[in-house]
């Protein structure tokens, strides 16, 4: 029995015994930091949903699309069926259809001022100015591709300007078609139903046009649909036509246009000096400076799939893939790096534990398990601290206080654990190495991978270093080594002969 106790205090002695219980420890920290990253999502949550209260107000992303001219027509067809009872039998089916044509030159300027809008903690940056639509349509083709048994009404033919969300718009500063003013009305249906007489049978028919259903989707989820302005274009003819409109707009956060021109030409001119330009087409130019940015898109119709025009009611079309713009980015997203931080932190636990192991086996001092457990804590409540402080200010100044408040901390409860400031004073200067690590990694993305690997090398060649000549098997336990110890040198004197 004698023998079993000392076999037993000479095993929860050992190396072996306290490295397994470290790797339990930190097992067990994975737990709180789970919890901290639930709670990084749910903040970003919150965070989304103010900046969506925000942009609910204002008016959302600004998404365009067109103009386009909507025309209605209906389509007469023959349908012959046969019965036992009747036999063969004629029915006339007239089906409704609207055709679409595109611009044969359109002109985009955005021209716009931008600030940021808060609702506690949480901001969200707008933007507000003018959106310029110029340009041509040469309708001679579209109408000729009327076919047989399709009939078109021209009297009612429509401008349609398709927008994310009707709240953006301020006001209608300018539009004109051909040098007579536009009248334009809410929403991007022509009309919701339309009168047509027909003659034949004397009587009317109401055909119910969709909100344009073959008008391209964005593909995203942009804060509604359905918006936009229509303005009728009473003298339509198939005569080449200008138009010319100004629209006082205010959205956030994004730009995003279709290029549904034959040739699109696209400026945007904005305050802003954060942009990140995203969607099928980057601009040919670009000038970014701290005053903003201005950037300019030429497009041709030959670089996307977009038809030169099309009649609704066939196969549905998707042209998400055709929009580009610009995100109005901000450089420092405080929630993505909080997240990027907390999936590196098992390393930030073991280094510290691995350092706090090696100065109780050199120093010949052991340590009991809590000391570790606390250490630990500490490390976590460092990624606690780095989230509600980046919520208050700048990420880096948040760091900074942060791991400095850790750094002291573990620096002086090392101090405590240790002989004297000769041995404890690694702690202090490994966390340092550790945060400033971390922060290098969290602020280049690009390079994170190569400089995490290179960085996890480093330790564990530095640890493979010194403990070369330690005694793995514990046969005098911990704080018993023949392979040597710290002494005032540092850390070269590890493991000396």
Known sequence: METGTKAYKKFTQGYTFKILLLAALVLLLLIPLGMIRGLIYERNNTADSAEAGIMEAWGSRLVEAGPVIAIPGMRTAEVKTKTERDGEKVEIVKTPFTLIITPQKLNIRADFETEIRRRGIFSVPLFSGVLGLSGTFNPQAALASVQSGEELFLNQAELVIALSSQKGIRKIEAGTWNGRDLFFQPGNRGFSVVQIFNTAANNHIYVARDDLPDLPDSGEDYGGSG???HAALDDFTDAESLFDISIAIQGGQSVRFLPAGQDTHVEIVTDWASPSFQGSFLPNESNIGEAGFDALWD?????RDIPLHWKTGGDSREYSRSFFGVDFFR???????NTRAVKYAILFLVVPFLTLFLLEVFTKKRIHPVPYLLSGIANVIFYLLLLSLSEQMEF?????LAALAVT?????YSRALL???????????VVTISYVLLYAVLNAESYALLIGSIGTFLVVALVMFITRKLDWYGTNGIGNNSGGGLDGAGIGGIGRE
């Open 227 to 229: 918006g936009g302005i």
């Open 299 to 303: 497009i041709s119709y030959l670089s």
């Open 331 to 337: 450089a420092i997203d405080a929630y993505s790096l």
């Open 396 to 400: 880096y100044l948040a760091y900074l």
């Open 408 to 412: 002291v901390m573990m620096t002086l």
């Open 419 to 429: 002989p004297s400031w000769n041995k404890s004073w690694y702690m202090g200067l």
